[in-house]
DNA sequence: ATCTGAACCGACTTACTGGTCGGTTAAATG
DNA sequence: CATTTAACCGACCAGTAAGTCGGTTCAGAT
């Protein structure tokens, strides 16, 4: 069993030096020799774990990014407070560059979305796959906070997650070179506010 | 001088033909050849007005989409009116998937953006640069509105500018597929609910 | 008629990259 | 010790795409 050991561990590796690679200069401007040259593999390793490239991305979609998402922007969703203020640490969160060398995985969605849309459907439908997962536990989360009375009766919930999702998605392209405090604080304000214009309007006249 | 004429249309030709295919299928996506046959040209007639593929795209962004941005997104904005509903309509309108057979231009800057961000640093100034400029009219715009009393004085213009840069690239990432009625519906009613909270309050108490 | 040069042609070179394949190493097994 | 096989090596192949270059066409100047 120590050879499915050392398997395991060569793939895994293969896997975490993939998206750190592929997420720092892209999937389609990443050869996999530049990939095997960081870990001292070669190529005849590299086929032995995966069929295809594509393959070996998917891998790594299914199980890293896709794990970082849940972790980041959908578990914390799982709360009975007011969801709003929830939301709006979950993104900060996210936002947040990656402690040290860590990466932003907070970006990593919008960019391969983006850079498989014309180019690769299968990849493309892993990703949108995530979004869409996304999208209904944020629908489910305000939904909820429109019965706890934290959110007005009046609010499209479908509507307020697409544009929740839409301008997180595009804080990628304004924060392009590493981490902008400044972009990044504009966002949060502006996205309370909004979510000010959401809460129930407070019974008066 | 009927040579430099006919050079002049065929650059026309080859910038034309080149942003649509490259909006469409991506930079990197695209070999010259695709292009190229689809206009009936050679390597040889291509190399004769451009020298490399980088400085070609580079025309293409400084004629053409420099342009479409202006026509868009930055000359609506001149108005002496309550500008929060000329920048959704402005939006709206950019968000459209054009006329018939034409191009979604709203989508090219957040796909080109993304796509040359870690691939390309001179193209990637040039496209920041019209996010920059874009930025400032809003700014510019904002401030005045709130001169006129359209805007509450509370309101911090450059948040909310990066606000709706942000929230507009994105939805590049959930509109992919064409044209999405439902989408676009959703994010101009959440633009018209975010931007009713920075009108000054009616005096009342 | 001749000449010049801009516009254009297309085969070729060069560089890169995904993928293949025969061979090697070494751990496990009998 | 012999055999098997997972893990791995790296030279090689095939496809692709940017860029080159010697040659051709033809409008207009001399």
Redesign the interface.
């Known amino acids: 069993m120590e050879t499915t050991l050392k398997s395991r561990e060569t793939m895994h590796r293969l896997c975490g030096k993939g998206l750190e690679i592929f997420n ?3 999937y ?2 990443t050869s996999l020799d530049d990939i095997l040259k960081q870990l001292s593999l070669s190529k005849g390793a590299f086929y032995h774990h995966f069929k295809s490239k594509e393959d070996y991305f998917i891998s790594i979609v299914q199980n890293l990014i896709v794990q970082k998402v849940y972790a980041l922007l959908i578990e914390p969703l799982n709360t009975e407070e007011n969801p709003l203020p929830i939301i709006v640490e979950s993104l900060e969160n996210a936002l947040e560059p990656g402690k040290k060398n860590e990466m932003a995985y907070g970006f990593m ?3 391969f ?3 498989f ?3 690769n459907e299968e990849i ?1 439908g892993y990703l ?1 796959d995530i ?1 869409n997962v996304w999208e209904v536990n944020l629908v489910s989360v305000l939904k909820k906070g429109k019965l706890d009375g934290y959110i007005a009766r009046h609010v ?1 919930c ?3 997650a ?2 929740i ?10 924060m ?1 070179d590493s981490s902008n405090r400044q ?1 990044k ?3 949060v ?3 309370k ?2 979510f ?3 809460e129930p309007q407070p019974v ?2």
């Open positions: 720092e200069k892209g389609y401007n969605l919008n960019d979305l983006t850079e849309n014309k180019r493309s949108k979004l499209d479908e509507g307020v697409t544009y999702i839409a301008s997180y998605l595009g804080m990628r392209s304004l392009m972009l604080y504009q966002y304000q502006q996205l506010h909004y000010k214009s959401l008066m006249a």
